[in-house]
Every structure is written in structure tokens, then in C-alpha cells.
């Protein structure tokens, strides 16, 4: 979802209440070589979002954005380019234009703006990820037609951030579309539809033809293909007797075979989960009484472990690559 399911008076109780002396966690041999691009909330920055790398094995994090209210990062399938959201100065970020999609490569160098919203025509850029070969990019935005009324759509355009093509249009009564992901084959489109209730799982074929419901009546959202295609992770709410719970759960991508990997006690939340390249490992956000951080687990929910978590920090919203060019 455009904002995280975390609110802004659960992510100040969670930094709040963050242990002290939190400890990083314990090397793991599973995870080696893995690098984990997040979102980082902490004091620093003047309390806006920033986007730390991550070691999986370990914990330990370098920042690599500051100064802006950054979020929503997705690294490139090779591994050497992150895309993200970028509100400028972290100033009036809830202010129609101010929030764009970005680029930049994974050591934080080169960031530069591939979208142009400045609140006049385009009312903001959110939730952009790569197609598998990186040559393509699908995104959602925010636009007002030449009658001033605000329509929201998914979108692709090229890894330059030319020749965008709206997919979905979603009139200004109607909740919007959000986190699109291209099939590892590039066929097919999985995203977010918002409703009264909550969210529902779609699919489309990826030149927006052929709109499925997947899992209709079940509140769910942040969807991310497997690397092989034959799973969808995703944030479920619920169910109906248990609307407490947040949960990490997977379907296949016919909407059948449903499986919760993360069952939650009621008041924690397992949220926004995302595959390493090999699919071997996801890593998920978690939120509860001690605070928010980032989680690994294995595809079927085994081998559970905390990334890590520093005094006052909350990490969140995490895409997993391989390490390259000794990062």
C-alpha cells in the first residue's frame, strides 16, 4: 500500500518503545551474501524516512540517503540499481507532486528523479519496481485529467523513465491501484486494488488486458512474485474472525493454495514481505510490543530470525539482492 500498514502513531510507539541495548543478531551462514535495502525511521535525518543497506548475516547497516523523506526501495535484478520514492527535504510530503520515483545505484551515488510530478498535472509517483530484465519499470501514479479531475492508474515506462503507458485508471470516487510487480517472465501484473475494506489482489496481463481478482473478500496487499512465479507473497489482514491479525502469507499465482507463514498474536503485525533473488529467503517487516524490524524466514515460514534492530531504529519495507562489487 502507498503507506505503510505501520501507522504514524504505531511507528512512534515502536521507536519509543525499541529495547534498549537491542542487540543485532546473531551471524547467520544462510543468509551470507545477501544485501538488504530498507527503509530506515529513526531520530537522524529530522525523523524522515532514509534508506539504509543492510547485511543479512549480521545486521549492520550504512546509510545511503539523507537530507530527503525516502521510501519504498527495490533493488534492480542485477543487483546495482535501486528504485525508490523520494519526497524532496522531506518537506510537506503529503502535499499533491511532491513525492516522485527515483534511481540510483545501490551505493547510493547517482540519485535522480525518473518522474516529474509537481502537483500541477501529476500529483505524485509511488511503488515503482523493475521488470525482470531491468528494462522496464511499472509504477503507479496520480494525475488530473484536462477537466482537473484526479484519476490514479498503474504505469510502465522504460528504465530511463520515458515512454510511460497507463494500465489501470482508477476515477477520483474510486480507491486508487498500488504496488504493481511484473511476473519474473514479464506476462503478467500483480497489484493492489483498495477498497472500502481494505485491499484485494490482482492480476492483469502486462499490457493491463485481462484484470483478475485473486483472492476476492480477503483484505490483502503488497504483493511480490516469487523468482520462480509460482508463489505470491503478500500482506494479509485477518481473516474476518481474527481482524487483529497482519500476517505474511503466499497463493499461487491462480489464487489458490493459500498458506499464512507468519501467524501473528493479535496487536503484531507481519507485513511487506520480499524475496531474495534465488527465492531461498524472504524478508518481512515485523511490529510488536518491543518495537519494529526487519525478519528473514524461509519460503515456508521455518528458520524465523531477526535482521537486527538498533536503539530508536525501525526498518522497514525491505528488497533483498545478492552482494556485488564487494558491497
Sequence with gaps: MR?????????????????PGAATAHRSGVDR??????????????????????NAPDGSAEVLTDDNADTAPEISHDGKKVLFNRCVSGIACDQ?????????????????PLTTCD?????????????????????????LDSKGVN???????????????????????????????????????VFSREVEDGARLMTMNADGTDVQALLPGVDAFDPEWSPTARRIAFTMVGPGDDPGRVDVATIRPDGNDLRVLTPQPNGNAAFQPSYSPTGSRIVFSENGDDGCRLSLMNPSGSQLRPVGRLDGVCSLNASMANRFNGR
Design 3 to 19: 503507506i505503510p500498514f505501520l501507522s504514524a502513531a504505531a511507528l512512534a510507539l515502536a521507536l519509543a518503545t525499541a529495547a
Design 33 to 54: 551474501g545477501l544485501l538488504i535495502v530498507a527503509e530506515r525511521y529513526s531520530a537522524d535525518n529530522g525523523g524522515n524516512p532514509q534508506l539504509v543497506a543492510v
Design 96 to 112: 499533491p507532486g511532491k513525492i516522485n520515483v527515483w534511481i540510483m545505484r545501490i551505493d547510493g551515488s547517482g540519485a535522480q
Design 119 to 143: 502537483g500541477s498535472r501529476c500529483l505524485g509517483a509511488f511503488d515503482p519496481a523493475f521488470s525482470a530484465d531491468d528494462r522496464r519499470i511499472v509504477f503507479t501514479q496520480d494525475l
Design 151 to 189: 484519476f490514479n492508474g498503474v504505469f510502465v515506462m522504460r528504465a530511463d523513465g520515458t515512454h510511460q503507458r497507463r494500465l489501470t485508471s482508477r476515477s477520483e470516487d474510486q480507491p486508487p491501484d498500488t504496488h504493481p510487480r511484473f511476473s519474473p517472465d514479464g506476462s503478467r501484473i
